[in-house]
T-cell receptor
């Protein structure tokens, strides 16, 4: 069966510091991978998605970036965090099928920027 | 862009009561997903609906997509404390190869024992 992991679970970082969040998927190959941010009162917002190694699409311009160095690894990064980057970050995986694609979510990383 | 509006925003029910959560789209729905989230945790996939009039059930939770494919409802029968959480609907964008899921802001359900 497939599982999705996110690391770390919780992170407190000062403004201006770098960020690296990791997401790994097990039990599947060539998944589509997604990064979402969930902020209070704003719902879930898609940040990046990837359909393959090295292929990244950005949905929202910001100071965050994403990379996919391996088939089942998706990394969210920032060189300098802003206060507004605080939130709950969720990684998801999905795979295209004839009946569409269902996305399965990881446990999330709670980021607090002070 | 597609927008999803969920109602109500929050709901408090007595254990054993039935309840309905609605999700209304500003555009035709090509795929509608229901997820459940407990505070501070990831989303758990419940059901996906694609066809107008389609209805699916899982244990005591039933979801339906209306014929016009612009509204979905989630119905819980005989609610239990384990049903408490935030219910989110998500919709896939139109067009081939569209990967963007747009989500509603969620409905927070509390079940009082």
């Amino acid at each position: 069966s497939q599982t999705i992991h996110q690391w770390p679970a919780t992170l407190v970082q000062p403004v201006g510091s770098p960020l690296s969040l990791e997401c790994t998927v097990e039990g599947t190959s060539n998944p589509n991978l997604y990064w979402y941010r969930q902020a209070a009162g704003r719902g879930l917002q898609l940040l990046f998605y990837s359909v393959g190694i090295g292929q990244i699409s950005s949905e929202v311009p910001q100071n965050l970036s994403a990379s996919r160095p391996q088939d089942r690894q998706f990394i969210l990064s920032s060189k300098k965090l802003l206060l507004s980057d605080s939130g709950f970050y969720l990684c998801a995986w999905g795979r295209d099928s004839t009946s569409g694609e269902t996305q399965y979510f990881g446990p999330g990383t709670r980021l607090l920027v002070l | 862009s597609q927008e999803l509006e969920q109602s109500p925003q929050s709901l408090i029910v007595q254990e054993g009561k039935n309840l309905t959560i609605n999700c209304t789209s500003s555009k035709t729905l090509y795929g509608l997903y229901w997820y459940k989230q407990k505070y501070g945790e990831g989303l758990i996939f419940l059901m996906m609906l694609q066809k107008g009039g389609e209805e699916k059930s899982h244990e005591k939770i039933t979801a339906k997509l209306d014929e016009k494919k612009q509204q979905s409802s989630l119905h819980i029968t005989a609610s239990q404390p384990s049903h408490a959480g935030i219910y989110l609907c998500g919709a896939v964008g139109s067009g081939a190869g569209s990967y963007q899921l747009t989500f509603g802001k969620g409905t927070k359900l509390s079940v009082i024992p």
